[in-house]
C-alpha cells in the first residue's frame, strides 16, 4: 500500500524552528516530485515547497521563501521540510503529496499520493 507519513510537526513559539519529515513506502519514491501543503481553518489548501524527482529542483511558496528548506533522501524515501522563523499565520495542518506527472507545482490536483497530514502551531 502507498503510505505517506508526516512527522515532526507541534507547537513552537515565533521565530523558532521545526522541521518536519515525509516517509514515504509502496511506490518507486525516486520517480515521484514531492511537495509539501499546508491548510488553516477556513482557507484553502496552499503550496508550501516541492522537490522535482530528477534534478532536485525546489520551488517555494512566496510566504516562506528564505525561510523554509525542502530536501529529500532518495535513499531514505524520506522528504524534510525545515521551517525557520516560523510566524503565527504559517499555523496549519501540514500535508506532504507525491506526483508522478506534476506540471504545475502548486496545483495540488497534480499530486496522486496524500500523507493525513500534521498540525503545526505557532504562537505569538
Known amino acids: 500500500d502507498v503510505q505517506l507519513v508526516e512527522s515532526g510537526g507541534g507547537l513552537v513559539q515565533a521565530g523558532g524552528s521545526l522541521r518536519l519529515a515525509c516517509a514515504a513506502s509502496g511506490f518507486t519514491f525516486d520517480d515521484y516530485a514531492i511537495a509539501w501543503f499546508r491548510q488553516a481553518p477556513g482557507k484553502l489548501r496552499e503550496e508550501v515547497a516541492a522537490i522535482s524527482s530528477d534534478d532536485g529542483r525546489t520551488y517555494y511558496g512566496l510566504s516562506v521563501k528564505g525561510r523554509f528548506t525542502i530536501s529529500r533522501d532518495n535513499a531514505e524515501k524520506t522528504v524534510y521540510l525545515q521551517m525557520n522563523s516560523l510566524k503565527p499565520e504559517d499555523t496549519g495542518v501540514y500535508y506532504c503529496?507525491?506526483?508522478?506527472?506534476?506540471?504545475?507545482?502548486?496545483?495540488?490536483?497534480?499530486?496522486?499520493?496524500w500523507g493525513q497530514g500534521t498540525q503545526v502551531t505557532v504562537s505569538s
Open positions: 503529496a507525491a506526483g508522478a506527472q506534476v506540471l504545475t507545482y502548486y496545483s495540488p490536483s497534480d499530486y496522486d499520493y
